[in-house]
């Protein structure tokens, strides 16, 4: 292995910005609001668990 990053973290995504973007959509069934999250990732996370 040359220590490389694979899959989604190679393309630029992160675990903060996946899980915003899956609890987002699994709300609000939204590419738009998906997208918001995902650019606040683990904000929103946050925001989503001290809110519900």
Known sequence: MNGGKHGAAKAGIGFGSALAISISWSLHKSIF???IHGVFSWFYV???ALTR
Do not use: E, N, T
């Open 33 to 35: 609001w998906a997208i």
């Open 46 to 48: 946050i925001y989503y």
